[in-house]
């Protein structure tokens, strides 16, 4: 059984950093695209960033050159690390796990974590 299992939200102001870790278990990290999706209320989830099994990433435009990807397969653990954060970047953050190459949008990615809190306050 995948299970994903996110942490590292919270509340923080304008210009601050926070990084969200993902651990996964039942899926080796190696072997799947990791994604990492956000929902602001009342929007539909948006693609952030993804890393794929060899180690490509991808960034959204919008938190391009503020968001970092990576992973640790000896931990079976990614990571968003997340600067200059701003109050628009406020919403729940969610990790997944995909067996689609490049994936990107939403339903290619099979398996999601709980979700944890971003907010940012002005």
């Known amino acids: 059984q995948v299970q994903l299992v996110e942490s590292g939200g919270g509340l923080v102001q304008a210009g601050g950093s926070l990084r969200l870790s993902c651990v996964v278990s039942g899926r080796t990290l190696s072997s799947t695209i990791m994604g990492w999706f956000r929902q602001a209320p009342g929007a539909e989830r948006e693609f952030v960033a993804r890393v794929t099994k060899f180690g490509i990433t991808a960034h959204a435009d919008i938190v391009k050159g503020r968001f970092t990807i990576s992973r640790d397969n000896a931990k079976n653990t990614v990571y968003l690390q997340m600067n200059n954060l701003r109050p628009e970047d406020t919403a729940v953050y969610y990790c997944?796990?995909?067996?689609?190459?490049?994936?990107?949008?939403?339903?290619?990615?099979?398996?999601w974590g709980q979700g944890t809190q971003v907010t940012v306050s002005s």
């Open positions: 997944a796990t995909s067996l689609t190459l490049l994936a990107r949008k939403a339903d290619e990615y099979d398996y």
